[in-house]
Nanobody, 122 residues
């Protein structure tokens, strides 16, 4: 079973930056995505990237977050800049079972990581 492993979460003040990493074995052909879930809220798709490099972001992070991938390391990154308290959530890396995916794809079409906490203080 291929389960992604996230790292890089932590606490930061508003306006700061963090970079999340996710090691996902056998992922080079697949879509990779980041999701997040804040307390009391539903899980939200944040960004996804195809093997071709095509990306998509949820509107609330457009221009602040950047998703990228390193094929040599089977790793996907989420660079998060200009963080605000509204970005506080558990962030999950998701490896799609398919080449293509969307932020609205069904949860069972992904392999999920355990999550990494991001906390932004004002």
């Amino acid at each position: 079973q291929v389960q992604p492993v996230e790292s890089g979460g932590g606490s930061v003040q508003a306006g700061g930056s963090l970079r999340l990493s996710c090691a996902a074995a056998e992922s080079n052909e697949s879509c990779l995505a980041w999701f997040r879930q804040a307390p009391g809220k539903e899980r939200e798709g944040v960004a996804r990237i195809y093997a071709t490099g095509t990306t998509k972001y949820v509107d609330s992070v457009q221009g602040r977050f950047t998703i990228s991938r390193d094929f040599a390391r089977n790793t996907v990154y989420l660079q998060m800049n200009s963080l605000s308290p509204e970005d506080t959530a558990m962030y999950y890396c998701a490896l799609s079972r398919y080449r293509f995916c969307e932020l609205s794809s069904f949860a069972d079409t992904f392999y999920w990581g355990q999550g990494t906490q991001v906390t932004v203080s004002s």
